[in-house]
């Protein structure tokens, strides 16, 4: 079973900006990040950027898409250098139908991508930004999604302004807030995360 899908399975290297996976495009691999960081986003037809997530090093992404034999209904961009690892559509496919562990993962994952976009549409619902960028980072750190990530968030403010879609300006100004009542500390290369559950679990203010 490794043999094959190690003999299928390839790499592509993709510079900052370009395009991993175009909207409408079919779904012929299931994806994955060696190194690097994907934003999965959608141009709305008013021009507007829409932000679903981020898949960082060690994270899978597509897999409904590619079970639903459908086209893809978002873009996938490399926001840094990275190296995406392509497993086919048809591997994929035998993978389920051969592997009770493989359907299992895979089970797990669409069960957390459908809980992390439940909480993403209502984190856009709030209108306290310092709310937003807590509860936003929380969900960011989900050990199925994203088995590699540690304390350390590697995103920069402009990266996790795209996400959330908030300007630069206010990420800063929320990233204070959140420092000074001990819930991160801000670090070059990054945001250290000192109180997931704090950060989760935030609530506006008035």
């Given at each position: 079973?490794?043999?094959r899908?190690y003999?299928?399975?390839y790499?592509?290297?993709?510079r900052?900006?370009?395009?991993?996976?175009?909207k409408?495009?079919?779904?012929?691999d299931?994806?994955?990040?060696?190194?690097?960081?994907l934003?999965?986003?959608?141009?709305?037809?008013?021009?507007?950027?829409?932000?679903?997530?981020?898949?960082?090093?060690?994270?899978?992404?597509?897999?409904?898409?590619?079970f639903?034999?459908?086209?893809?209904?978002?873009?996938?961009?490399?926001m840094?250098?990275?190296?995406?690892?392509?497993?086919?559509?048809?591997t994929?496919?035998?993978?389920?139908d051969?592997?009770?562990?493989f359907s299992?993962?895979?089970?797990?994952?669409?069960?957390?991508?459908?809980?992390?976009?439940?909480?993403m549409?209502?984190?856009d619902?709030?209108?306290?930004?310092v709310?937003?960028v807590?509860c936003?980072?929380?969900?960011?750190?989900?050990?199925?999604l994203?088995?590699?990530?540690?304390p350390l968030?590697?995103?920069?403010?402009?990266?996790l302004?795209?996400?959330?879609?908030?300007?630069?300006?206010?990420?800063?100004?929320?990233l204070?807030?959140?420092?000074?009542?001990g819930?991160?500390?801000t670090?070059?290369g990054?945001?250290?995360?000192?109180?997931l559950?704090?950060?989760?679990?935030?609530?506006?203010?008035?």
């Open positions: 079973m490794k043999e899908v003999q299928d399975a790499e592509v290297l993709f900052p900006g370009d395009v991993v996976v175009r409408g495009d079919p779904a012929k299931w994806l994955g990040v060696g190194e690097g960081l934003k999965v986003s959608t141009v709305h037809r008013t021009g507007k950027v829409v932000m679903f997530s981020t898949l960082p090093e060690g994270s899978w992404g597509g897999e409904g898409t590619v639903k034999r459908e086209l893809f209904r978002y873009d996938m961009i490399a840094r250098p990275s190296r995406v690892i392509h497993l086919p559509a048809a994929f496919r035998w993978l389920l051969t592997s009770v562990e299992h993962i895979i089970i797990s994952l669409l069960n957390e991508r459908l809980a992390t976009f439940m909480a549409v209502e984190i619902r709030l209108s306290d930004p709310a937003r807590a936003a980072i929380g969900t960011m750190f989900n050990p199925v994203h088995p590699h990530i540690g968030l590697t995103l920069s403010q402009t990266e302004g795209e996400l959330i879609g908030m300007s630069r300006q206010s990420i800063g100004a929320a204070k807030r959140l420092e000074s009542e819930l991160i500390s670090e070059y990054g945001i250290v995360v000192k109180s559950a704090g950060l989760s679990n935030y609530q506006e203010r008035d």
